[in-house]
């Protein structure tokens, strides 16, 4: 590592610390030359994604384009910055776990809606609004209708085991 003061390659590490949070090591150096210490920061690279849009066209997968989504999708809700950006991290980390290096707009699209469907019902019906490109109220409503049934099934299907144990406890 090159000094950032006197420009010198002979730097030595003194202190190695790991950083879970971030996913990087930071490293305290000081120069052989000059004397003077620095702090260095070293994180595994990800291969880049890439995006393939509606129309066909790729572009590289942009972490901040998907958390500028969720905020507008969640704005005016009790949602924490920390909890959207964990959303985006999640997301991100589901894409990256595909093992592959392209994917569809409309797969990010759907993760979207599946975490934020668990997240928040509003940001959920927010981020499809404008997702699906609903062209009249009635589709509006149909999707509304769905992730209504789709909640409701879930709710009793949760329940289901707790009845099936307590007719047995009888």
Known sequence: MRCPICHAEDTRVI???ASEEQGTIRRRRECQECRRRFTTYERCE???LYVIK????REVFNREKLVEGLTRAC???PISREAIEQLGSDIERALRD???DEITSSYIGDQVMQHLRDLDEVAYVRFASVYKEFRDLGSFVQ???RFLQRTQQEREDAM?????ESSMSD
């Open 15 to 17: 202190e190695t610390r």
């Open 46 to 48: 990800d291969p880049p």
């Open 54 to 57: 509606k129309d066909g066209r």
């Open 75 to 77: 704005q005016k809700r």
């Open 98 to 100: 595909t093992l592959t």
């Open 143 to 145: 999707e509304i209708e």
């Open 160 to 164: 289901q085991p707790r009845l099936f």
